[in-house]
């Protein structure tokens, strides 16, 4: 992650809780540190909303819209800590501000915003049912989202209207009242205006299943998409009873025609139900393209590791590959058994083509499990001097990491893409 978009973030939300202490200090210690922590979380909620709403200045910012969703995810825990602090350290001006019935009003839209906060990001942060097996569908994971800009409309409005001193600045309300305005606008953009502004249309082509894995071939209806190899996007098949959007990496390079390929593996009740409702001719809508794990040219030795669906950027980079791209690359994708490596015959014919490109398929049912000693011997150059490319499950990067390190033989950079969004 770049350490631009965290360090601005940060600050944005430090400096509401600096203006709620310098506002606050002469009434007392305790309301000006409840205050902070209110301040705080008004500007951590805003930035949260912010980021949802995807916008392109953040990737820059965060390297990736998935360094971003990571962003999301941790201000959204801040928001609610601090909105539990603020309550819990109530500021107390009782001989401060003339009550009015607006201000109790906000008092108590207050209590419900925290309450209904406290149940929606529990919803997005608890992913799998503790001591289950259960896992919360995404539909409902991106359902509670919705109800999200309501509740921030709410402590919005309770940070306006609250009594509060006659004689306090200006500078904090009026810091806030902008971050909450963005805040809301960021809100009803992604959801009533991006929905139908966004979306590219696309028609099936052809549907391929690989035993979990199942490959989508589209054609552009329309304006074709622009991407770079790597990218991800998000599907919406139409008509198929499945219109909540899910991202997936493009597992092609960009083609003459603008048509494009995913690959999706069977992981949950939406991906395992899609292969069974699309169909050649079915329209489809694609919004597009988000992420920065691309391929990078000015690193001669690289390594490209893959766990299991993992493969997919790695196949569109693969296909880029021109006789320009002089680097030398090992591509090693880790799989259960050689009958999930669904794209196999694809890296056979680009291999052919580059010399300098190696494919190693690893399955454990067969091979046992990828280590990192299994992985050195495998790359034909120094992994000390090379940068490693990883997607896949984070416990196989780490281990993989891990026992380079305990190897002396770390690479010298390693990046990655976060797996999940959520």
Request: contains cysteine; proline residues 6%; glycine residues 10%.
């Amino acid at each position: 992650m770049k350490p631009t978009g965290p360090i601005l973030a940060t600050l944005a939300v430090l400096a509401a809780a600096w203006l709620g202490l310098q506002t606050y200090a002469p009434y007392g210690s305790t309301a000006a540190l409840g205050i902070a922590m209110g301040a705080a979380s008004i500007a951590a909620m805003s930035l949260a909303l912010i980021m949802s709403a995807r916008p392109w200045p953040a990737e820059q910012l965060f390297g990736g819209l998935d360094r971003v969703y990571v962003a999301h995810k941790w201000l959204g825990i801040a928001a609610l800590a601090l909105m539990i602090g603020h309550n819990t350290i109530e500021p107390e001006l009782e001989g401060f501000v003339r009550e009015t019935r607006a201000g109790e009003f906000a008092s108590d839209l207050g209590e419900i915003a925290l309450n209904g906060f406290i149940g929606l990001l529990l919803i997005s942060w608890i992913k799998r049912i503790p001591f289950t097996r259960l896992e919360l569908p995404w539909p409902l994971w991106r359902f509670s989202h919705r109800f999200t800009g309501l509740l921030f409309a709410v402590a919005a409005f309770h940070q306006l209207a609250i009594d509060k001193p006659a004689d306090v600045s200006g500078t904090l309300g009026l810091y806030l009242n902008i971050l909450s305005v963005a805040g809301l606008a960021a809100w009803v953009y992604t959801q009533f205006v991006a929905p139908f502004l966004r979306p590219r249309n696309f028609v099936v082509d052809r549907v391929d299943r690989h035993g979990a894995t199942t490959e989508i071939a589209l054609r552009p209806a329309g304006r074709a998409m622009r991407w770079q190899p790597g990218q991800f996007a998000f599907m919406s098949p139409n008509g198929a009873g499945m219109g909540e959007p899910h991202p997936f990496t493009i597992a092609s390079a960009p083609a003459a025609d603008g048509g494009m390929r995913f690959a999706v593996k069977a992981l949950g009740s939406w991906t395992r139900a899609l292969p069974e409702r699309l169909a050649p001719g079915q329209h489809m809508k694609i919004d597009g393209p988000y992420g920065r794990f691309v391929f990078r040219q000015r690193v001669q030795r690289q390594v490209w590791l893959a766990g299991g669906i993992g493969i997919t950027p790695f196949l569109a980079w693969a296909e880029a590959l021109t006789d320009a791209d002089q680097q030398d690359i090992a591509l090693v994708w880790a799989v259960t058994t050689r009958a999930e490596a669904f794209a196999a015959d694809r890296l056979a014919a680009v291999a052919a083509r580059h010399p300098k490109l190696t494919v190693h398929i690893v399955a454990s049912a067969e091979d046992g499990h990828l280590t990192a000693q299994r992985l050195s011997t495998l790359v034909p150059f120094a992994l000390g001097g090379a940068e490693l490319f990883y997607c896949g499950p984070t416990g196989l990067r780490d281990a993989i990491t891990f026992g380079l390190k305990a190897m002396g033989q770390s690479p010298r950079r390693v990046h990655s893409e976060a797996f999940e969004l959520r």
